[in-house]
Structure formats: C-alpha cells, structure tokens
Nanobody, 127 residues
Framework: QVQLVESGGGSVQAGGSLRLSCTASGYTSSTYYMGWFRQAPGKEREGVASLNLRSFSTYYADSVKGRFTISQDNAKNTLYLQMDSLKPEDSAMYYC????????????????????WGQGTQVTVSS
C-alpha cells in the first residue's frame, strides 16, 4: 500500500505560481512512476506530468510544457509540481498518483496506469 497526501493548492491570479507537494508513505519502494493529474468540473481527468523513479525522466502534457516542472525530494518522500505562468484554464483539482508497474513513457500520463491516488488539492486561477 502507498498513501499519498497532496498540499499546496490555492487561489492565484493569472501569471502567478504555485508549488504543489505530494508526500508518500507506505511501500514506496514498489513505485515505478509518480504522476500529477488534474480534473476540472465536467471534464475527464488528464495527466499533467510524470516522473520515472528509476531513470528520473520526465514527461509533460503539451498544455503545461515549459510552465510546469515535476521533481522529487527522495529523502522526504515528496513529489513536487512547480507551476509557473498559471492560466485560468489550469484551474482544477490536482491529484498525485503512484504506479507500481513499469509504464511506457508515452503512456505515463494516462490515469489507468496508476494504482494509488491522493485526495487532491484545489487550484484556482483567476483572470
């Protein structure tokens, strides 16, 4: 079992920044990939960024590339999502997730590949 707890969400004006955190506990050594996902009301959950915990390669959705950065602090078992140049369309509930099986990098932004999920943290960007 892996438990995930997100924090750091909030309200910000367009152009601002937020840093989300996701603290993991439990059997974290079984994790291959960590990812950030978001879901806006009435929309499907979409992948934002992923991190391969073996190779440390990252993968981003086109909509956030160049603005968001995924990283981790292994000593703290914490995953981060630095979000800069935020836009109103980035408003959503943000979730972190852990995958315990190997994924193709191109598939690492699909929710179906992830087994464990946090409860989410709300991000609201006003224009």
């Amino acid at each position: 079992q892996v438990q995930l707890v997100e924090s750091g969400g909030g309200s910000v004006q367009a152009g601002g920044s937020l840093r989300l955190s996701c603290t993991a506990s439990g059997y974290t050594s079984s994790t291959y990939y960590m990812g950030w996902f978001r879901q806006a009301p009435g929309k499907e959950r979409e992948g934002v960024a992923s991190l391969n915990l073996r190779s440390f390669s990252t993968y981003y959705a086109d909509s956030v590339k160049g603005r968001f950065t995924i990283s981790q602090d292994n000593a703290k078992n914490t995953l981060y999502l630095q979000m800069d140049s935020l836009k109103p369309e980035d408003s959503a509930m943000y979730y972190c997730a852990a995958a315990t099986s190997a994924l193709l990098r191109s598939m690492s932004l699909r929710p179906s590949g992830y087994k464990y999920w946090g409860q989410g943290t709300q991000v609201t960007v006003s224009s």
